[in-house]
């Protein structure tokens, strides 16, 4: 699929706060090697490099939009375009991170075991994913697809659950780690504007079926969804609508 950039950094700063927190855990004074695997603009792989400037930071991302504008911030940076599902580090690197990348990809055990054996000893993988799939935000997705007239066309893209429990990825970590901290935050992200919730889930979960619609389908579908989600994110008296956004953190030392 075609990611929007400009789509997605409408919420660039709520968005940036759990990459910022979960590189804030990250227990790693001078990494060689590390590489930002999701990269997206290269908001974080800019961070990581300046954190770590004498590291070799390289930013990975299958959008070739998205890696664009991360080139005309960055030109410095080392940029891939690859597979997540495939791309893995040519060499042992000391850190792995990951943000809100991993959940659009299938087969966690494969990956998370790979991730982890590309690391050298002492290496970190570190990774955030969401966790809200179980929330109005995306059911109401399901809801508006299974309502309308694009059912036979959106139907086979929707995606089971794709994060696990936090057990899960404790039982494929453990045996290859020395030890592996995993946690959730609930951020209560404060949005402005009309159907706000509607427009954060356009950038990224949502992104995918919009695409596969016929431009006249679009703003209807949009619609259907919007009016589906207005219950559940009301606009309050002061203007503003209330999203908790539940995020699932996984910092594993080799």
Avoid at 26 to 31: C, I, K, N, S
Avoid at 85 to 105: C, G, I, M
Wanted: proline share 11%; hydrophobic share 45%.
């Amino acid at each position: 699929m075609s990611w929007n950039p400009d789509q997605y950094l409408k919420f660039e700063q709520p968005r940036l706060r759990p990459a910022l927190d979960l590189l804030a855990r990250v227990p790693l004074d001078a990494p060689e090697r590390a590489c930002d695997l999701g990269c997206g603009t290269g908001s974080m792989t800019g961070v990581m490099a300046r954190r770590w400037p004498q590291a070799r930071v390289v930013g990975v991302d299958a959008s070739a939009e998205m890696l664009a504008k991360a080139r005309a911030a960055a030109p410095q940076i080392e940029w891939v375009q690859a597979d997540l599902a495939a791309w893995r580090p040519p060499e042992p690197v000391d850190l792995v991170y990951s943000n809100a990348a991993l959940h659009w990809l299938d087969d966690h055990p494969r990956v998370f075991a790979e991730l982890a054996d590309s690391l050298r000893p002492g290496g970190v993988l570190a990774v955030q994913m969401p966790n809200n799939f179980r929330e109005p935000s995306h059911r109401m997705i399901e809801e508006t697809v299974r309502a309308g007239r694009w059912r036979d066309r959106l139907e086979p893209l929707l995606r089971p659950v794709p994060v696990g429990a936090p057990t899960d990825y404790y039982d494929i970590l453990a045996p290859r780690m020395s030890g592996v901290d995993i946690w959730e935050t609930v951020y209560l992200q404060v949005l402005s504007g009309p159907d706000p919730v509607k427009e954060w889930t356009k950038g990224t979960w949502l992104a995918p079926l919009l695409a596969a619609l016929p431009p006249e389908q679009r703003d209807e579908f949009e619609a259907d969804y919007a009016a589906r989600l207005r219950p559940h994110y009301p606009m309050r008296a002061d203007g503003r609508t209330l999203f908790p956004f539940r995020r699932l953190f996984i910092v594993a030392r080799r």
